[in-house]
């Protein structure tokens, strides 16, 4: 990082990194105003904490602080609420603190009231108590009435957002699983059913030489044997199918030079690629320059052919191209269901095809899996 | 003749094992992997290594890397790959710069046994064999190619084709039901319209084999 970059982050530090001091000073950068305020919340809290004092040393008994927390509190009650309120656009959480901070000063009235009516009439029962619950009360039902949608729409987009997650990763964890799954089962046809069924020719193969003078069991061997045939090709046609094998074994330049090459449209492959790709991406670009070309043979009669695959930190692009008759139509069934399969994997395919002047295929596929 | 199998499915390998020894062809070894198959070669001096593409440990294509390795290594060695399936990029590779000696079969092939073990000494004797797919994929007319083989009849493509599996002109005019001497006129006229100059029979032979794989690069 060089030193013009860091210097925003710093400016943008001393509001975490402000040094907690028992009491603010001006030179901290505070303005008078904000200075009063922290000063007033400070001076109320070391009062609550002094008088406890003096009632736990003047022998306890009744626990005459309370009174006196209960004015402060409500001095920073307000205090709070004023601030909040000043501080919100107009909108439900303006209103509760207006509420609150109303609640506030009827409290601070009352209280006060009350002080009067004791210290002048002796009047001794709390008689503010019940109008000061009833305040309480009254506040906390308006917060929750309008707090209650915000609560909900949020508490909504959270879990929106939770599963959005979740699902982006599940289906990563599928696609991801399919492919992986493909791979498996192209490697199984072979080695399995497919060689039992070449060991099995073989063993015909063995068999029909010693019958050499039984002309009818060696017509019924080589039927076997032409069955057995017929099988390993269906079973290798179902495997080239699923994954071709070169794909399966060199990966993605090595099956799409291949490719290219029999398409004999004399493509130019130009790949720079610097990692193994997750075998997710690699079927996807393949089967998308599998049918690119294939449109390139069909519909182009293009001069030029040329196949572009380059990886950046994020993403693979895949860009197939000719220099044909264009028009491509994007919702044909091909190109559809090459978007289908490229969006599967939160990729974009863009078709480029005016009429006359070519196609361009650009396929987007992240390689985050 | 002196084989070595490198081959990772018992039921295969032992399989060949039998019906080798049952003609008469000495198996001096059977391993499983490439780095076997080197060793094998090293320590035995056979004249023919029978080598699966797929090899543990990863079974991709290291049984086709051993082969390559092997014949550099021993030049004289004959290397025939049997794969489950084929690839003309594979084949290109495996005949590189020395025709001589190199095979190239689907693994079905076994089950025609006489065939397979023509290909055998074909192959250990110096030849080159290749599946008749992959020719049937390098001579396939492709949509807006430009570059096909020059000017060959369809006769002259098949019997071009069964050259390059190594069968001899016997076979060819068998297999084509045709005579030999038709089959002698075809083979002349593919090697004047390869332009294959006057060498010996066998030589060109390879000749014209390469000259599809030239195509395919
Ligand atoms: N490279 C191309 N050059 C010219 N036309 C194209 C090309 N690719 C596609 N098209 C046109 O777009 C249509 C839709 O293509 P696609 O979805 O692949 O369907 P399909 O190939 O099965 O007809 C094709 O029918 C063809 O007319
Ligand atoms: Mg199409």
């Given at each position: 990082m060089d030193h013009r970059a860091r210097l925003p982050l710093e400016l943008g530090l001393p509001r975490g990194a402000r040094p907690r001091r028992w009491m603010p000073t001006l030179a901290a950068g505070l303005s008078i105003g904000e200075y009063a305020r922290s000063l007033e919340r400070r001076l109320a809290f070391l009062t609550a904490v002094l008088l406890a004092a003096i009632w736990a040393l003047g022998g306890q008994g009744y626990f005459w602080p309370a009174w006196a927390w209960l004015g402060l509190g409500d001095l920073v009650l307000l205090d709070f609420t004023a601030g909040w309120a000043w501080r919100h656009p107009p909108g439900a959480i303006r209103r509760v603190a207006c509420v609150w901070a109303l609640v506030g000063a009827a409290a601070v009235i009352l209280v006060f009231t009350w002080l009067l009516t004791w210290l002048l009439?002796?009047?001794?029962?709390?008689?503010p108590a019940w109008a000061l619950l009833g305040l309480a009360t009254a506040g906390s039902s308006y917060s929750l009435v309008a707090l209650h949608d915000r609560v909900l729409v949020a508490h909504g987009r959270r879990a929106l957002r939770a599963r959005i997650d979740m699902l982006t990763h599940t289906r990563r964890q599928a696609v991801a699983a399919q492919a992986a799954e493909l791979r498996r089962i192209e490697r199984d046809l072979h080695d399995g059913a497919q060689a039992r069924l070449v060991a099995l020719t073989l063993q015909l193969g063995r068999a029909e030489l010693r019958v050499s003078d039984q002309p009818e069991v060696r017509r019924l061997i080589k039927d076997a044997q032409h069955e057995a045939r017929q099988a390993i090709e269906e079973l290798r046609d179902l495997a080239r199918g699923i994954v071709p094998p070169l794909l399966a074994d060199r990966g993605l330049v090595a099956a799409v030079e291949s490719l290219g090459a029999r398409y004999g449209l004399g493509t130019s492959v130009d790949a720079t690629m610097h990692r193994a790709l997750a075998p997710a991406v690699e079927n996807a670009a393949y089967f998308v320059i599998a049918e690119a070309l294939t449109n390139t043979a069909k519909h182009a009669a293009a001069a030029r052919s040329w196949i572009v695959i380059s990886e950046e930190r994020r993403a693979l692009t895949v860009v197939v191209g000719d220099d044909g008759a264009g028009g491509a139509d994007p919702a044909g069934s091909g190109l559809a269901g090459l978007r289908a399969r490229v969006e599967a994997l939160d990729g974009s395919l863009k078709v480029e095809s005016p009429a006359g002047a070519g196609t361009v295929l650009e396929a987007r596929l992240p390689c985050g899996w | 003749m002196r084989v070595v199998i490198a081959e990772d499915l018992a039921l295969l390998r032992e399989g060949l094992v039998a019906l080798l020894r049952e003609n008469d062809i000495e198996v001096v070894a059977q391993v499983e992997d490439g780095p076997g198959l080197l060793r094998a070669i090293a320590g035995h001096e056979p004249d023919l290594a029978i080598v699966d593409v797929r090899l543990p440990p990863t079974f991709k294509d290291e049984g086709l890397i051993a082969a390559i390795e092997a014949r550099r290594r021993q030049p004289a060695l004959g290397v025939l790959v049997l794969s489950q399936y084929v690839e003309t990029a594979y084949a290109s590779e495996l005949v590189g710069e020395h025709t001589a000696g190199i095979g190239y079969l689907l693994k079905e092939r076994v089950g025609d046994v006489r065939a397979f073990l023509d290909a055998l000494r074909s192959v250990a004797a110096g030849g080159t064999v290749l599946d008749r797919q992959v020719v049937a994929e390098l001579l396939a007319p492709r949509e807006g190619a430009d570059q096909t083989l020059p000017g060959l009849t369809a006769r002259e493509r098949e019997v071009l084709a069964l050259m390059a599996e190594g069968r001899s002109n016997t076979a060819i005019a068998e297999s084509l039901v045709v005579t030999p001497g038709a089959v002698e006129k075809h083979i002349t006229s593919i090697f004047a319209k390869l332009d294959l100059g006057a060498c010996d029979e066998d030589h060109r032979r390879v000749l014209a084999v390469l000259a599809y794989l030239r195509v395919a690069r």
């Open positions: 009439a002796g009047v001794h029962s709390f008689w | -």
